[in-house]
């Protein structure tokens, strides 16, 4: 009963992670079902929010939420900003020119962010906005405990699910993004502002990686420049075990990552969990393709 | 032999350039550190040459070259040192050991991944690469030598611009007959349209791997080498970055184009390393700002490489 | 005398749709059977399940009297059975020399070894691939333009280079698909008496998808009618413009050609 216990409590604190990670396999779930792009400066953006929310808390004692909007809204910003100084003027060029330029984007915010003058190249406490509580419960001998962080994380991933979900399918922005992603040429023919639309794709996964950027530190109080890169190339991982360009499948996906990097850590060593992630992929990827939630493509 | 005939013009240019950088080294008109980095250029030059191979010959999408090249320089530099053949006599044994052993690994990786495409291979790749960075990371489990996470030190520094200089050299132009041959025509039948190859009875499978494998032996030869230049590895020398490195050598210098990798090996390594030199102290935290800068203006001049305007 | 290819009730569906069903027939040597019928009867779904780009949910598919069913499209095109696609799939970056020995290549070999350190063997099998890319150039009224680019052809000879690449494996069967889409009239004329010839001097036998009823009438000796994944019936061209179920299914949109 105890081994269950310490599993059950594992298994939690693996979902606190794969929520964190869900939040950010979002951004680059949308962005690549749109521009077919691995954005991989999509976890610098994460890291950028984990640093915005540190100098609102520290410097002016901002309240909680008005932290999470303020940095929200200047991720997007960031989002937007990359997307139309970056990309879109490589949109008609080979993809790959678009990849490498992904990384320049990546290279250049963690450098310049590790600038002095700009925020630092140590790694810095962050500071919680409030106390962490632990929830103790008993159910049936098995005991577990929630703290108050891990609720604040679920609730917030489950609730910009919930607004994602509303926003891809029943809004008229949502349904551009679906025609975009399906179909680009056919989408401007139609009369859709394909800019506006990829603006937007980017300013909403821009603004969720913000906010899983400070889930992430609050949980996690140890922020660097470079904390973004791992979870960024793991959220990837998780958006493609899902079905790339699945909503629900990037949050299946980053659930799945994060609970079995957490359970190995705890069980064999916190060094293979990276290696067992690989291992995941490669066997869904071999069973299917398209990712767990994906369609099955034909040949010819 | 008609290898070398047929092969002339290269070799008496490969031979004027060798004499002008042995004489410039001989003469110490150059420092000690550059010597490393035109050394480093040709080795960096031969591990691009092979991802050419496997992407840009090919058509397949690799996000995990780095992992080939440490497969290549830990196995040469475990051999090296635990068999005590810490010897140039032995040297060539032991780069190609490196080399196979990193063929060995993408031909049982490569059965299966192969399989996929696009980004999917390129998402493959980059998570064997993460395994792989795990692997070393961890190597002290297995061996003691290996380091783990600590890196492998003591590496006898075998590796001069002779060594470098003719390995590189003869691989390239064995490439070169590869390319120009039967198996270099199925590949770029393969990149174009690989249905289309099979209904000619090209067996794409087969070709792909072949492709995959001789790829990632030149990354493993050119890691053999590495190690035994800078005589000390670090489970971080082959991450995520060092592949990209190599990806963007072969952007720039253009897909399936040799000549051109040569030239972006060239450009690429001098221009990071000439900022190192160039860039006063106080400054020098500023590169790293500079470089991917200068990455993404060159990705919106030249999408296509340096060395084409546009799609040909 | 055995049938150079025997399809014995093959069927396929995608996703609950019917596209083949039970299909079965026999092409003789030296015979052009051409598929007719609408646009989604599973003509080219027949021809994807005889090369092995579609694997068949049953049936058993017989070439020179060998099954073949299970074997990969590779195997099939080294056996002898060529084909060309409905939207052309040609290499279009590689040259059009490139493009024909590549096939020639692929049945004829030399060692990486042979390739990498150029022996004898590279030398002879590198001349006849070159030959044979020459011939075929020559043959189908592309002579001089081995060095250009595939793409950089227009459409029409870009058609007869992918007849070229097809011939170059020395196939026994040749599977054609819309050999006469997008041409004109005068095209057409040009392209039946290229087909009449191929076929006599390649001693070839033929299976040709074709919506222009001149063309295919023209050329076939036997005519399968398809509709909805079935064999409606097979005969001769005359015997299929007097059927009543084509007219109906098929002709009947058009008129009688």
């Known amino acids: 009963m105890e081994q269950a216990s310490y599993i059950l409590s594992q298994v939690i604190n693996g979902l606190q992670l794969g929520a964190v990670y869900a939040l950010i396999a979002l951004g680059y779930t949308m962005v690549y079902g749109i521009l077919r792009l691995i954005n991989f400066a999509h976890g610098d953006i994460f890291m950028l929010g984990a640093f915005i929310a540190y100098f609102l808390l520290s410097r002016f004692g901002m309240p909680i939420y008005l932290v999470f909007l303020a940095t929200m809204a200047v991720t997007a910003l960031a989002g937007y900003l990359m997307e139309k100084i970056a990309y879109k003027p490589l949109r008609n060029a080979p993809k790959i020119s678009l990849l490498i330029t992904a990384v320049g984007v990546s290279l250049f915010l963690e450098y310049f962010c590790s600038l002095k003058a700009v925020f630092t190249p140590d790694y810095i406490a962050f500071p919680r906005p409030f106390e962490v509580e632990t929830y103790n419960f008993s159910l049936g001998g098995l005991e577990f405990s929630f703290t108050n962080i891990q609720v604040l994380i679920f609730a917030i991933t489950f609730s910009a699910l919930v607004l994602l979900y509303l926003l891809i399918y029943r809004t008229k922005q949502g349904k551009a993004m679906r025609a975009v992603s399906y179909d680009r040429e056919t989408a401007a023919l139609m009369g859709i502002n394909i800019d506006n639309t990829v603006s937007l794709t980017f300013m909403v996964g821009a603004a969720l990686a913000g906010m899983g950027g400070i889930l992430y530190a609050m949980a996690y109080p140890q922020i660097n420049v470079f904390m973004g890169i791992m979870p960024g190339i793991k959220s990837f991982i998780a958006a493609v075990l899902g079905g790339i360009g699945i909503i629900h499948g990037a949050v299946i996906g980053g659930l799945i990552v994060g609970t079995s990097e957490v359970i190995v850590s705890a069980f064999l060593s916190s060094t293979y969990r990276d290696g067992v992630i690989f291992i995941i992929l490669l066997i869904v990827l071999l069973v299917k393709p398209s990712g767990i939630f994906g369609k099955r493509i034909d040949k010819v | 032999m008609r290898f070398f005939l047929e092969s002339k013009r290269h070799i008496l240019l490969a031979l004027v350039i060798y004499a002008a950088l042995r004489l410039l080294f001989s003469l110490g008109i150059v420092s000690e550190y550059i010597e490393q980095v035109v050394i480093y250029v040709f080795i960096v030059i031969l591990a691009a040459t092979g991802l050419n191979v496997i992407y840009g010959y090919t058509g397949q999408f690799s996000l995990g070259h780095a992992a080939f090249y440490g497969i290549g320089a830990y196995t040469s530099a475990y051999l090296a040192k635990t068999s005590g053949l810490e010897s140039i006599f032995f040297f060539p044994a032991t780069i190609l050991a490196g080399g196979l052993m990193a063929a060995l690994v993408a031909y049982v990786i490569g059965i299966p991944i192969l399989r996929l495409r696009d980004d999917f291979l390129g998402i493959a790749t980059l998570g064997f690469g993460i395994l792989v960075r795990v692997f070393f990371d961890n190597s002290d489990r297995i061996s003691e030598v290996l380091g783990g996470s600590r890196g492998f030190t003591g590496i006898v520094k075998l590796t001069n611009l002779e060594t470098a200089f003719f390995v590189t050299v003869f691989l390239l132009l064995v490439t070169r007959n590869l390319i120009t041959s039967r198996y270099g025509l199925f590949w770029r039948c393969i990149k174009e349209d690989e249905t289309a190859s099979a209904s000619i009875g090209i067996n794409t499978a087969r070709m792909k791997l072949m492709a995959f494998v001789y790829g990632c032996f030149l990354a493993g030869v050119a890691g053999a080498l590495y190690a035994h230049l800078y005589t000390f590895l670090h489970p971080s020398n082959f991450d995520f970055l060092r592949s990209i490195d190599f990806l963007i050598i072969v952007i720039l210098g253009g897909m399936g184009n040799i000549a051109g990798t040569i030239y972006a090996g060239f450009i690429w390594v001098g221009f990071i390393e000439g900022l190192r030199i160039a860039l006063p102290g106080n400054i020098l935290d500023l590169r790293w700002v500079f470089i991917p800068l200068l990455l993404i203006a060159l990705m919106m001049w030249r999408p296509y490489g340096l060395m084409t305007k546009k799609k040909g | ?257």
């Not at chain 3, 051409?34 to 579609?54: C, E, S």
């Not at chain 3, 030959?131 to 595939?150: E, H, I, R, V």
Request: proline letters at 5%.
């Open chain 3, 1 to 257: 005398m055995t049938a150079v290819l025997e399809v014995d009730r093959l069927t396929k569906s995608f996703g609950g749709i019917q596209a083949v069903d039970g299909i079965s027939f026999k092409v003789p040597p030296g015979e052009t059977l051409g598929i007719i019928g609408p646009n989604g009867a599973g003509k080219t779904t027949v021809f994807n399940l005889i090369t092995r780009f579609y694997t068949p949910d049953s049936g058993d598919i017989r070439f020179m009297g060998r099954s073949v069913t299970h074997l990969a499209p590779h195997r099939l095109a080294r056996l002898g059975i060529g084909r060309t696609f409905q939207n052309l799939r040609l290499f279009r970056e590689l040259t059009v020399a490139e493009n024909i020995t590549s096939a020639y290549l692929s049945g004829n070999r030399y060692s990486p070894f042979a390739g990498i350190f150029r022996t004898d063997r590279h030398s002879v099998v590198e001349k006849k691939a070159w030959q044979k890319a020459y011939t075929l150039m020559d043959f189908l009224g592309l002579a001089g333009k081995g060095d250009a680019p595939a793409g950089s052809l227009p459409y029409g000879e870009q058609r007869r280079l992918e007849l070229a690449r097809a011939l170059a494996i020395e196939p026994k069967l040749l599977l054609i698909d819309e050999p006469g889409a997008g041409m004109n009239p005068r095209e057409i004329r040009d392209l039946v008496e290229t087909l009449r010839d191929v076929k006599k001097r390649f001693n070839l036998t033929i299976i040709m998808i074709e919506h222009q009823m001149g063309l295919v009438m023209n050329i076939s000796d036997h005519i399968l009618v398809m509709d909805f994944g079935e064999k409606i019936m097979q005969g001769t061209p005359a015997e299929v413009r007097r059927d009543a179920r084509v007219i109906e299914a098929y002709l009947g949109e058009e008129g009688p050609a």
